[in-house]
């Protein structure tokens, strides 16, 4: 009992922190106090510091030389290999989907989250419900992921997409902020290609889909990172991306 109750409070921990790193409360190079988290979230020091260590791990935060951790800078250069890695990973697990094959019920499920995705663009295609795209968008990866069968990529997959950065709905976060003009049709055109392939056992065509397709959070990235103040103001986790 004890222990699950350990564990949830890490979880909230690790939400809590991860949520003032992104939302831009706590600035790139400031330390963080475990008693200042400890009060400000409402959680005891232990699963702070618990939580600390794994986003230290996690690589959103860095140890500071006098003790500590402080939230991470990332080069520009790095925020782009994070996104690349992020398309390797996926199209490595689309591809051994599609070479191992997929059972019916998990292909199903995939599908319908992408007919979800048809329906809420039906009206406009360049502007669904930003909310419920976004939450379907990241319905639709994680499934994806798992289509391989390997825990270790569906793992890393994970891993890659807690940066702020590199995760499939980088930059569509908030409703009125997408501020890239990238067709969403266009990345609802790459997802059915990519099942497609699968279902098709095609294993190179949905490795190179999948890997195209996160190139699309590639170049809204650089195209955000062209507008400068306006988008650090919309986008605040982008004050941990530098030059």
């Known amino acids: 009992?004890?222990?699950?109750?350990?564990?949830?409070?890490?979880?909230?921990?690790?939400?809590?922190?991860?949520?003032?790193?992104?939302?831009?409360?706590?600035?790139?190079?400031?330390?963080?106090?475990?008693?200042?988290?400890?009060?400000?979230?409402?959680?005891?020091?232990?699963?702070?510091?618990?939580?600390?260590?794994?986003?230290?791990?996690?690589?959103?935060?860095?140890?500071?030389?006098?003790?500590?951790?402080?939230?991470?800078?990332?080069?520009?250069?790095?925020?782009?290999?994070?996104?690349?890695?992020?398309g390797v990973l996926e199209g490595t697990a689309a591809r051994l989907a599609a070479e191992r094959g997929v059972e019916p019920r998990r292909m199903l499920a995939i599908n319908r989250v992408l007919d979800g995705i048809d329906a809420l663009m039906q009206p406009d295609p360049a502007n669904p419900p930003l909310e419920d795209y976004v939450a379907l968008n990241a319905q639709f990866h994680d499934l994806l992921s798992g289509l391989s069968g390997s825990e270790t990529i569906e793992r890393e997959i994970e891993r890659i997409t807690r940066l702020p950065f590199a995760s499939p709905s980088a930059f569509l976060e908030k409703p009125g902020a997408a501020v890239v003009p990238h067709s969403l049709a266009l990345a609802q055109a790459q997802h059915r290609a990519i099942v497609e392939a699968i279902g098709l056992r095609e294993g190179a065509r949905a490795e190179a889909v999948a890997r195209e397709h996160a190139r699309l959070a590639r170049r809204n990235l650089e195209q955000v990172m062209e507008r400068g103040s306006e988008a650090r103001h919309r986008f605040p986790a982008l004050a941990l991306v530098g030059g």
């Open 1 to 86: 009992m004890s222990y699950n109750k350990d564990a949830a409070q890490t979880v909230r921990a690790l939400a809590g922190i991860r949520d003032l790193i992104l939302c831009g409360a706590v600035a790139p190079g400031e330390r963080l106090s475990e008693p200042v988290l400890a009060e400000r979230l409402g959680i005891s020091r232990t699963p702070i510091r618990a939580a600390l260590a794994r986003l230290e791990q996690e690589g959103l935060l860095e140890r500071v030389p006098a003790g500590g951790h402080m939230p991470r800078r990332f080069t520009l250069a790095e925020a782009i290999d994070a996104i690349e890695l992020r």
